[in-house]
């Protein structure tokens, strides 16, 4: 019986050798594709094209035939969802509609070594790295609950680039027609700066977008709020910038505003030297974690501090926090999870 994962590693070699796998014609590969990443359909009784004896056989191996989804927290606009992996354990992935679509925010390891203060998914570490059916498994539990999403963003639990290798691979499910075609430019990575990381990420010919988390463009604060950084913040930037042209994809640098702490003008004026004119800047108030010594600023201060960046030419966004209850921090719902399963 497959782990909700199988299909995924299945398809990974294409539609033709999946459905030779299943010891079908290769038509089949094609046809069952579509119904599960298509129409989004994951019963499969309901795949009319297929013979009886190929449904009952797919319902006996595939149980369940998508990742099974354990825990969910949010609304419609944006509902996270807690997908479980091959051991047993679980990831968090968030479906965010947006103005232009379904939005798909997706963990690349479980844990996370990098350990920023204001983070719930970083508190104790790296467990391991995601494999890429696991990532892209987590966009097909979103897509099998909504629809094809248009924006798939690396934004979850873990840093993409310390597991490069995952991400690559789920990028192959993603944008190759295997399981998905999502194009390369509606696909984010998020890093908090690893050069090498960045620099393979362009020798693999990959043209996704990038996005630089800042969190504070002073070192010390910087050492202060993300305590195992792989690199200097300007290395990374002079980095991005190489990606940027290298790609043609503009790069956008991330800011999580934690109130009293890298909200003020000095630390508006620090970014915009680091960054320059005409760079893009995402403006975000923390999501608070239990216990955690983080809050985010009023609207006025958010304001006040985009206000800052533009006026030296910086681009800003103001971007709104995904879920507004208890567990809307990054790595809090597995972690409320993971104690109460004893799965520590
Ligand atoms: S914010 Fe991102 S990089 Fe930092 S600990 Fe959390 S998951 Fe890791």
Redesign the pocket.
Known sequence: MGDGLELLRLVREGRPAMAERLGQPAYRGSQIAQWVFEKGISDPEAMSNLPKSLRAALAERFRPLGPRILERVGDVAAEKLLVQVADGDAVECVAMERPWGLSVCVSSQLG?P???RF?A??RHGLKRNLAGEEIAGQVLAAALERRVPQHVVFM????PLLNLEGVLDALCLLCDGKAYSIPERSITLST?GWVKGIERLAASGRRVRLAV?VHAADPALRATL?PRQPDPLPAVVAAAKRYEEASGRRVTYEYTLLAGVNDGTGHGTQLAELIGRGAHVNLIGVNPVEGGAYAAPHAQGTARFGEVLEGRGVNVTVRRSAGGDADAA??QLRARWVQRNNMG
């Not at 979850?156 to 840093?159: A, D, L, Q, T």
């Open positions: 996370c990098v350990g920023c983070c998914s970083g979850g639990m873990g840093e908090v988390s993300i990054c790595g």
